[in-house]
T-cell receptor, first 115, second 116 residues
Framework: DAGITQSPRYKITETGRQVTLMCHQTWSHSYMFWYRQDLGHGLRLIYYSAAADITDKGEVPDGYVVSRSKTENFPLTLESATRSQTSVYFC??????????????FGPGTRLTVL | AQKITQTQPGMFVQEKEAVTLDCTYDTSDQSYGLFWYKQPSSGEMIFLIYQGSYDEQNATEGRYSLNFQKARKSANLVISASQLGDSAMYFCAMREGLGYDYKLSFGAGTTVTVRA
């Protein structure tokens, strides 16, 4: 039972480089989410997806791009990384069938450092 | 405006005692869901408990219970018989609305330290 996985778990990159963070879930959940977690800001939603080929912006989408060609995958791309994007990134998924099935289940996180 | 407010940045509790973590929320929706997550020092986010706005009974999951007071818009988490492994950051979150536009709003979190 793999659940939801993220790769890489740790990444160091340089300013201006493109970086892609991967997220994969085995539950066939329709909804997937990307959050960033920073000290003093808690968890903030970057992008989310209701289904394959349907994505929408969250609270802090600038500088990020997402795609979802398959239900199980939801990659997050930083087109030109900046130091302010140094953070811990969490992917999550949920069934979105109402009630407790709205529960989001989180991946282990990716710690990204932009130098 | 803050949708989720957790007023206790940090708390200490003695092992085997109960601890209550405060959470108040702000919404005009009739249908919403409330969640608590635990984040230990290892970093993962672990789902603990869920309460629906129409649920008449307080939710319970093992040693976790949610004290839901709808009129006061509060959803406090109670951890009974604290264990050393309960030391972690705890987040309250709320899902509003029924439509496609589905997001969770998180509070700032409360750090719990369990003392032996």
């Amino acid at each position: 039972d793999a659940g939801i996985t993220q790769s890489p778990r740790y990444k160091i990159t340089e300013t201006g480089r493109q970086v892609t963070l991967m997220c994969h879930q085995t539950w066939s959940h329709s909804y997937m989410f990307w959050y960033r977690q920073d000290l003093g800001h808690g968890l903030r939603l970057i992008y989310y997806s209701a289904a394959a080929d349907i994505t929408d912006k969250g609270e802090v989408p600038d500088g990020y791009v997402v795609s979802r060609s398959k239900t199980e995958n939801f990659p997050l791309t930083l087109e030109s990384a900046t130091r302010s994007q140094t953070s811990v990134y969490f992917c999550a998924s949920s069934e979105r069938a109402g009630g407790p099935k709205d529960t989001q289940y989180f991946g282990p996180g990716t710690r990204l450092t932009v130098l | 405006a803050q949708k989720i407010t957790q007023t206790q940045p940090g708390m200490f509790v003695q092992e085997k005692e109960a601890v209550t973590l405060d959470c108040t929320y702000d919404t005009s929706d009739q249908s919403y869901g409330l969640f608590w997550y635990k984040q230990p020092s290892s970093g993962e986010m672990i789902f603990l408990i869920y309460q629906g706005s129409y649920d008449e009974q307080n939710a319970t999951e093992g040693r976790y219970s949610l004290n839901f007071q709808k009129a006061r818009k509060s959803a406090n988490l109670v951890i009974s018989a604290s264990q050393l492994g309960d030391s972690a950051m705890y987040f309250c979150a709320m899902r509003e609305g029924l439509g496609y536009d589905y997001k969770l709003s998180f509070g700032a979190g409360t750090t719990v330290t369990v003392r032996a």
